[in-house]
């Protein structure tokens, strides 16, 4: 079977293009009725300006312009009687005005303690309050019931009994909680 050589072939012929949309036909009639109403408007002024009398009416509204415009200049030029004394008394009482304030003091909260855990036996107590001493934290043992719970502080506020809760679940010390 002989080779055949593809790049060589005919190229397909090329598409036709779209069809090119007919040009649309300017609005005869359109055109037409704004002429008229073009004529028609220029016409209806053409008659107020010229009906007769109109001349006349214009000089009197003048006239009457100026009437006005010699009042109000008349009224400007004219000032109001000075008043005699201050009618508002709000100035001499704002700098008498004495202002008092009732300040809620502040209840001071108690001591944050910080609780690691509650053991019945006393070597398992010791050894969570060792690991929490290895960490740099202080902790007690205290003694209720035949149990023994492990805690940390007082501390003098929350935040900083937060703080080493931070730093002990950060080594995976103990699971520590704060009331």
């Known amino acids: 079977m002989p080779q055949q050589d593809y790049v060589k072939t005919a190229k397909p012929a090329p598409r036709s293009r779209k069809k090119q949309p007919p040009k649309k036909k300017l609005p005869v009639p359109l055109l037409a009725a704004v002429l008229l109403l073009l004529i028609g408007f220029g016409y209806f002024l053409w008659h107020i300006s010229h009906r007769p009398g109109a001349a006349e009416m214009a000089m009197e509204q003048q006239a009457a312009a100026e009437k006005a415009k010699l009042t109000k200049e008349q009224a400007a030029a004219e000032l109001p009687p000075k008043p005699v004394k201050e009618p508002y008394t709000y100035i001499e009482d704002l700098k008498n005005k004495e202002i008092k304030v009732q300040a809620e003091e502040l209840v ?40 023994y719970r492990v805690t940390v502080g007082p501390y003098a506020s929350k935040r900083m ?6 730093k002990l679940e950060r080594n995976k010390v103990a699971n520590c909680w704060i009331p």
């Open 161 to 166: 009994a937060q703080t080493d809760k931070n």
């Open 108 to 147: 001071q909260k108690a001591p944050a303690t910080m609780y690691c855990g509650t053991f019945k036996s006393l070597e398992e107590a010791q050894a969570l309050k060792a690991k929490i001493a290895f960490e740099g934290v202080a902790a007690e043992l205290k003694e209720s019931d035949g149990r």
